[in-house]
T-cell receptor
Framework: EPEVTQTPSHQVTQMGQEVILRCVPISNHLYFYWYRQILGQKVEFLVS????????KSEIFDDQFSVERPDGSNFTLKIRSTKLEDSAMYFC?????????FGPGTRLTVT | GENVEQHPSTLSVQEGDSAVIKCTYS??????FPWYKQELGKRPQLIID?????GEKKDQRIAVTLNKTAKHFSLHITETQPEDSAVYFCAASSTSNTGKLIFGQGTTLQVKP
């Protein structure tokens, strides 16, 4: 069964640095998403992406964040100038005509 | 703004008993309600979903009910097993399955053998 994949599984970075989280959605899916989950809390929507542009974004998704689909398979989340409070698990998801499938997540630790 | 409230936050049951988790949503335009199971350190996985044109859906030991008038929906697990122990999240979307999901706070279910 096809799965959403994400790399890296764990990223440690220093405050102020930029990170890029990578996702490979399921190949025939057209809708892509990023969510985050701070430890012990609920999953929060960040951004959705369709037809090579952002379709919706949350209040969390400010100028510090950007998304890109650089080629036909990858979907990336860039976080500029990371802050301590950016530490969380970041999940990529994709959907076709049915459910949203989640990737395994990237645990981002900002020190 | 859009919000989903989920109760209880923790639930402990004996193996074989039933478990019920309840959610309420604020956006009356919501039309898609999935439930995800998340085991420790793993990705959320869809276990069942329901759309607004249906009042109830069942899949083996799992059922979901939806009351659009009251804006609440519930997950029912019968004959619980230890492997049902996990965190369960409800969610709601106003753009069917292709829109953003607004998640509830999660319920930690513990099934005691």
């Amino acid at each position: 069964e096809p799965e959403v994949t994400q790399t890296p599984s764990h990223q440690v970075t220093q405050m102020g640095q930029e990170v890029i989280l990578r996702c490979v959605p399921i190949s025939n899916h057209l809708y892509f998403y990023w969510y985050r989950q701070i430890l012990g809390q609920k999953v929060e929507f960040l951004v959705s992406f369709y037809n090579n542009e952002i379709s919706e974004k949350s209040e969390i998704f400010d100028d510090q964040f950007s998304v890109e689909r650089p080629d036909g398979s990858n979907f990336t989340l860039k976080i500029r100038s990371t802050k301590l409070e950016d530490s969380a698990m970041y999940f990529c998801a994709s959907s076709g005509v049915n459910e949203q499938y989640f990737g395994p997540g990237t645990r981002l630790t900002v020190t | 703004g859009e919000n989903v409230e989920q109760h209880p936050s923790t639930l402990s049951v004996q193996e074989g008993d039933s478990a019920v988790i309840k959610c309420t949503y604020s956006d009356s335009a919501s039309n898609y309600f999935p439930w995800y199971k998340q085991e420790l350190g793993k990705r959320p996985q869809l276990i069942i979903d329901i759309r607004s044109n249906v009042g109830e859906k069942k899949d083996q030991r799992i059922a979901v009910t939806l009351n659009k008038t009251a804006k609440h929906f519930s997950l029912h697990i019968t004959e619980t097993q230890p492997e049902d122990s996990a965190v369960y999240f409800c969610a709601a979307s106003s753009t069917s399955n292709t829109g953003k999901l607004i998640f509830g706070q999660g319920t930690t279910l513990q099934v005691k053998p």
